[in-house]
T-cell receptor, first 115, second 116 residues
Framework: DSGVTQTPKHLITATGQRVTLRCSPRSGDLSVYWYQQSLDQGLQFLIQYYNGEERAKGNILERFSAQQFPDLHSELNLSSLELGDSALYFC??????????????FGEGSRLTVL | KNEVEQSPQNLTAQEGEFITINCSYSVGISALHWLQQHPGGGIVSLFMLSSGKKKHGRLIATINIQEKHSSLHITASHPRDSAVYICAVRPHASNAGGTSYGKLTFGQGTILTVHP
Protein backbone atom coordinates (compact mmCIF):
# COMPACT_ATOMS: atom_id res chain seq x y z
CA ASP A 1 0.00 0.00 0.00
CA SER A 2 1.61 3.23 -1.22
CA GLY A 3 -0.53 5.46 0.97
CA VAL A 4 -1.90 7.30 -2.07
CA THR A 5 -5.63 6.80 -2.57
CA GLN A 6 -7.46 7.27 -5.84
CA THR A 7 -11.18 7.10 -6.51
CA PRO A 8 -13.01 5.84 -8.41
CA LYS A 9 -11.07 2.77 -9.54
CA HIS A 10 -13.22 2.34 -12.62
CA LEU A 11 -15.47 4.75 -14.46
CA ILE A 12 -17.49 4.26 -17.63
CA THR A 13 -19.11 7.25 -19.26
CA ALA A 14 -20.22 8.59 -22.62
CA THR A 15 -18.65 11.05 -25.02
CA GLY A 16 -19.35 14.66 -24.17
CA GLN A 17 -19.67 14.00 -20.46
CA ARG A 18 -17.60 15.34 -17.57
CA VAL A 19 -15.94 13.32 -14.82
CA THR A 20 -13.92 14.07 -11.71
CA LEU A 21 -11.10 11.87 -10.45
CA ARG A 22 -9.96 12.22 -6.87
CA CYS A 23 -6.56 11.68 -5.24
CA SER A 24 -5.46 11.78 -1.61
CA PRO A 25 -1.66 11.94 -1.23
CA ARG A 26 0.38 10.24 1.45
CA SER A 27 0.19 11.89 4.81
CA GLY A 28 2.62 14.80 4.86
CA ASP A 29 3.27 14.94 1.11
CA LEU A 30 2.52 18.40 -0.27
CA SER A 31 2.91 17.59 -3.97
CA VAL A 32 0.41 15.75 -6.13
CA TYR A 33 1.15 14.72 -9.71
CA TRP A 34 -1.31 13.50 -12.33
CA TYR A 35 -0.39 11.17 -15.18
CA GLN A 36 -2.28 9.65 -18.08
CA GLN A 37 -1.49 6.20 -19.46
CA SER A 38 -3.07 5.38 -22.80
CA LEU A 39 -2.38 2.54 -25.21
CA ASP A 40 -1.04 4.78 -27.96
CA GLN A 41 0.79 7.47 -25.93
CA GLY A 42 2.06 5.47 -22.96
CA LEU A 43 2.57 7.33 -19.69
CA GLN A 44 2.51 11.12 -19.79
CA PHE A 45 2.85 13.74 -17.09
CA LEU A 46 -0.19 16.00 -16.96
CA ILE A 47 0.13 18.46 -14.07
CA GLN A 48 1.57 19.02 -10.60
CA TYR A 49 0.17 20.84 -7.61
CA TYR A 50 2.22 21.82 -4.58
CA ASN A 51 0.49 22.94 -1.40
CA GLY A 52 -2.55 24.15 -3.30
CA GLU A 53 -0.79 25.88 -6.18
CA GLU A 54 -0.07 24.70 -9.69
CA ARG A 55 3.68 24.03 -9.93
CA ALA A 56 4.29 22.36 -13.30
CA LYS A 57 2.31 21.55 -16.38
CA GLY A 58 2.82 18.83 -18.97
CA ASN A 59 0.72 17.55 -21.84
CA ILE A 60 -2.62 18.44 -20.34
CA LEU A 61 -5.49 19.26 -22.67
CA GLU A 62 -7.48 22.46 -22.23
CA ARG A 63 -10.57 20.29 -21.57
CA PHE A 64 -8.82 18.98 -18.47
CA SER A 65 -8.26 20.89 -15.26
CA ALA A 66 -7.09 20.12 -11.78
CA GLN A 67 -6.96 21.65 -8.35
CA GLN A 68 -5.57 20.88 -4.93
CA PHE A 69 -7.61 21.66 -1.85
CA PRO A 70 -6.48 22.91 1.58
CA ASP A 71 -6.54 19.34 2.94
CA LEU A 72 -4.11 18.51 0.08
CA HIS A 73 -6.37 16.14 -1.79
CA SER A 74 -6.54 16.83 -5.50
CA GLU A 75 -9.15 16.46 -8.20
CA LEU A 76 -8.65 16.06 -11.93
CA ASN A 77 -11.63 17.24 -13.96
CA LEU A 78 -12.07 15.91 -17.48
CA SER A 79 -14.76 17.52 -19.61
CA SER A 80 -16.24 17.16 -23.10
CA LEU A 81 -14.91 13.64 -23.05
CA GLU A 82 -13.79 11.96 -26.25
CA LEU A 83 -13.14 8.31 -27.04
CA GLY A 84 -9.41 9.04 -26.98
CA ASP A 85 -9.58 10.11 -23.35
CA SER A 86 -10.07 6.48 -22.36
CA ALA A 87 -7.00 5.72 -20.27
CA LEU A 88 -5.62 4.95 -16.86
CA TYR A 89 -5.14 8.09 -14.80
CA PHE A 90 -2.55 7.90 -12.04
CA CYS A 91 -1.88 10.19 -9.17
CA UNK A 92 1.41 10.24 -7.27
CA UNK A 93 2.84 12.15 -4.35
CA UNK A 94 6.47 12.75 -3.49
CA UNK A 95 8.78 12.85 -0.53
CA UNK A 96 10.24 16.33 -0.32
CA UNK A 97 12.83 16.15 2.47
CA UNK A 98 15.40 13.82 3.92
CA UNK A 99 17.29 10.99 2.27
CA UNK A 100 14.37 9.92 0.12
CA UNK A 101 13.74 13.31 -1.44
CA UNK A 102 12.17 12.93 -4.86
CA UNK A 103 10.88 9.41 -4.36
CA UNK A 104 7.41 8.98 -5.83
CA UNK A 105 4.47 6.98 -4.51
CA PHE A 106 1.72 6.09 -6.95
CA GLY A 107 -1.95 5.42 -6.44
CA GLU A 108 -3.65 2.38 -7.98
CA GLY A 109 -5.06 4.47 -10.80
CA SER A 110 -8.51 5.29 -12.12
CA ARG A 111 -9.51 3.51 -15.29
CA LEU A 112 -11.70 5.70 -17.46
CA THR A 113 -13.64 4.22 -20.35
CA VAL A 114 -15.44 6.62 -22.68
CA LEU A 115 -18.07 4.98 -24.88
CA LYS B 1 13.19 9.84 -31.65
CA ASN B 2 11.79 9.55 -28.12
CA GLU B 3 13.72 11.22 -25.31
CA VAL B 4 13.69 7.92 -23.39
CA GLU B 5 14.25 4.63 -25.17
CA GLN B 6 14.02 1.23 -23.56
CA SER B 7 15.20 -2.11 -24.83
CA PRO B 8 14.06 -4.72 -25.32
CA GLN B 9 10.36 -3.98 -25.71
CA ASN B 10 9.48 -7.58 -24.88
CA LEU B 11 11.51 -10.07 -22.90
CA THR B 12 10.76 -13.68 -22.14
CA ALA B 13 12.88 -15.64 -19.68
CA GLN B 14 12.95 -18.91 -17.81
CA GLU B 15 12.79 -18.91 -14.06
CA GLY B 16 16.25 -18.42 -12.59
CA GLU B 17 17.72 -16.47 -15.51
CA PHE B 18 19.58 -13.18 -15.13
CA ILE B 19 17.68 -10.36 -16.82
CA THR B 20 18.81 -6.96 -18.04
CA ILE B 21 16.60 -4.11 -19.23
CA ASN B 22 18.24 -1.05 -20.73
CA CYS B 23 17.25 2.60 -20.81
CA SER B 24 18.87 5.36 -22.86
CA TYR B 25 17.91 9.00 -22.69
CA SER B 26 18.87 12.09 -24.62
CA VAL B 27 18.37 14.97 -22.17
CA GLY B 28 20.22 16.16 -19.10
CA ILE B 29 18.57 14.72 -16.04
CA SER B 30 18.56 15.16 -12.30
CA ALA B 31 17.20 11.68 -11.58
CA LEU B 32 16.06 8.46 -13.22
CA HIS B 33 13.31 6.18 -11.94
CA TRP B 34 12.66 2.52 -12.56
CA LEU B 35 8.99 1.63 -12.14
CA GLN B 36 7.16 -1.68 -12.12
CA GLN B 37 3.61 -2.11 -13.33
CA HIS B 38 1.79 -5.39 -12.77
CA PRO B 39 -1.25 -6.60 -14.73
CA GLY B 40 -4.16 -4.77 -13.15
CA GLY B 41 -2.30 -1.51 -13.53
CA GLY B 42 -0.76 -0.37 -10.23
CA ILE B 43 2.67 1.30 -10.45
CA VAL B 44 5.40 0.79 -7.90
CA SER B 45 8.61 2.78 -7.79
CA LEU B 46 11.57 0.39 -7.64
CA PHE B 47 14.52 2.77 -7.72
CA MET B 48 15.38 6.42 -7.99
CA LEU B 49 18.96 7.05 -9.17
CA SER B 50 21.11 10.06 -9.84
CA SER B 51 24.46 8.25 -9.94
CA GLY B 52 26.12 4.88 -9.42
CA LYS B 53 24.27 1.77 -8.41
CA LYS B 54 21.47 0.69 -6.08
CA LYS B 55 20.45 -2.79 -4.96
CA HIS B 56 17.24 -4.03 -3.43
CA GLY B 57 16.91 -7.76 -2.98
CA ARG B 58 17.32 -9.40 -6.38
CA LEU B 59 17.05 -6.10 -8.22
CA ILE B 60 20.02 -3.93 -9.16
CA ALA B 61 19.89 -0.60 -10.96
CA THR B 62 22.86 1.23 -12.43
CA ILE B 63 23.25 4.55 -14.17
CA ASN B 64 26.02 6.11 -16.25
CA ILE B 65 25.34 9.84 -16.43
CA GLN B 66 28.07 10.52 -19.02
CA GLU B 67 26.70 7.89 -21.38
CA LYS B 68 23.06 8.74 -20.58
CA HIS B 69 22.28 5.11 -19.92
CA SER B 70 20.76 3.03 -17.14
CA SER B 71 20.21 -0.69 -16.67
CA LEU B 72 17.87 -2.68 -14.46
CA HIS B 73 19.07 -6.18 -13.60
CA ILE B 74 17.03 -8.96 -12.04
CA THR B 75 19.00 -11.88 -10.64
CA ALA B 76 17.44 -15.33 -10.25
CA SER B 77 14.25 -14.24 -12.00
CA HIS B 78 10.92 -15.60 -10.82
CA PRO B 79 7.45 -15.74 -12.43
CA ARG B 80 6.26 -13.10 -9.95
CA ASP B 81 8.73 -10.69 -11.60
CA SER B 82 6.51 -10.77 -14.70
CA ALA B 83 5.41 -7.17 -15.20
CA VAL B 84 6.03 -4.08 -17.28
CA TYR B 85 9.19 -2.22 -16.28
CA ILE B 86 9.24 1.47 -17.08
CA CYS B 87 12.19 3.85 -17.10
CA ALA B 88 11.40 7.51 -16.42
CA VAL B 89 13.69 10.53 -16.28
CA ARG B 90 13.38 13.82 -14.47
CA PRO B 91 14.93 16.54 -16.67
CA HIS B 92 16.96 19.26 -14.99
CA ALA B 93 14.73 21.85 -13.32
CA SER B 94 13.77 24.52 -15.82
CA ASN B 95 10.95 26.28 -14.00
CA ALA B 96 11.44 29.18 -11.66
CA GLY B 97 9.40 27.38 -9.03
CA GLY B 98 12.18 24.87 -8.43
CA THR B 99 12.40 21.11 -8.76
CA SER B 100 9.29 19.26 -9.81
CA TYR B 101 10.09 15.75 -8.63
CA GLY B 102 7.29 14.14 -10.58
CA LYS B 103 7.63 15.94 -13.91
CA LEU B 104 8.87 12.82 -15.67
CA THR B 105 9.40 11.68 -19.22
CA PHE B 106 8.65 7.98 -19.57
CA GLY B 107 10.02 5.21 -21.72
CA GLN B 108 7.59 2.96 -23.53
CA GLY B 109 8.12 0.11 -21.08
CA THR B 110 9.53 -3.41 -21.29
CA ILE B 111 7.12 -6.31 -20.96
CA LEU B 112 8.84 -9.08 -18.99
CA THR B 113 7.42 -12.58 -18.83
CA VAL B 114 9.18 -15.16 -16.69
CA HIS B 115 8.12 -18.77 -17.22
CA PRO B 116 8.40 -21.41 -14.48
Amino acid sequence: DSGVTQTPKHLITATGQRVTLRCSPRSGDLSVYWYQQSLDQGLQFLIQYYNGEERAKGNILERFSAQQFPDLHSELNLSSLELGDSALYFCASSVTSGGRTGELFFGEGSRLTVL
Amino acid sequence: KNEVEQSPQNLTAQEGEFITINCSYSVGISALHWLQQHPGGGIVSLFMLSSGKKKHGRLIATINIQEKHSSLHITASHPRDSAVYICAVRPHASNAGGTSYGKLTFGQGTILTVHP
